[in-house]
């Protein structure tokens, strides 16, 4: 993974998963021009998910109609073996089940085809960071389904009652309300004063005191209890 704690911090590395040779090489090379270092390429599901194991990529950008195993398979099998690897889709489908089923496998965006290169290059620096990024209008209906979800009953919940919650600081609970609205990293390090590694490292010490994998599922959590609305 990328180390970025030196004074050059090395470039963000990416992999590009796509069944179309011309689509898949031209955005890896565009990419890769734009000072990414794309350190892997597949064009089928089996083989996205053995070299993304061996490549270990900051960002991998997946298209989700894949030959042999399908997109979202591919992402939770790459997420399961390294939480690490951010996914970031790039799919020509807008189709909501589409969307919400990747974001459940634990992609941390989704972007369509029909984005700028611009649009594509941002999307990845972002994600890469650990921001959820959406094309507009996308990230209302995962937010919305996730409230959804979060109204319905629990199911089998324990029968002694609610389980012991973690305990987060004042400072950990501040950025885990702030994610639940929406934030990106960014404005939430500029509404509490505070960088942007800072409050990188406050929602990793909250996932890994919640035992949950990525900011999904830690914006899921933040809603069950209502944090959105405070």
């Not at 704690?5 to 990419?31: C, F, K, N, Y």
């Not at 996914?87 to 989704?110: C, I, Q």
């Not at 004042?170 to 934030?183: D, S």
Request: a negative charge.
């Amino acid at each position: 993974m990328t180390d970025t704690t030196g004074t050059h911090p090395e470039p963000i590395t990416v992999m590009v998963v796509d069944d179309h040779p011309m689509w898949r090489d031209a955005v890896a090379r565009d990419l890769s021009e734009s000072g990414f270092e794309v350190v892997a390429t597949a064009g089928d599901g089996d083989q996205a998910v053995r070299r993304a194991k061996a490549a270990a990529p900051d960002v991998l950008v997946l298209d989700l109609n894949l030959p042999g195993k399908p997109g979202v398979q591919v992402c939770k099998e790459v997420v399961a073996a390294d939480p690490a690897v951010r996914v970031l889709v790039l799919s020509a489908s807008g189709e909501h089940a589409d969307v919400l089923e990747a974001v459940k496998s634990g992609a941390t965006g989704y972007l369509l085809k029909s984005a700028s290169t611009a649009d594509l290059q941002d999307a990845v620096r972002r994600t890469a960071a650990g921001d959820p990024v959406f094309t507009p209008g996308l990230a209302g209906l995962v937010l919305g389904e996730y409230r959804r979800l979060a109204s319905e009953p629990a199911g089998a919940a324990p029968a002694d009652g609610e389980p012991k919650a973690p305990r987060l600081t004042e400072r950990e609970t501040e950025v885990l309300r702030l994610v639940a609205k929406g934030l990106s990293y960014k404005q939430i390090a500029e509404r509490l004063v505070i960088s942007h590694r800072t409050v990188q490292n406050h929602v990793q010490n909250t996932l890994g005191k919640l035992q949950l994998h990525n900011r999904v599922e830690l914006v899921r959590y933040a809603i069950e209890r209502g944090l959105d609305d405070e």
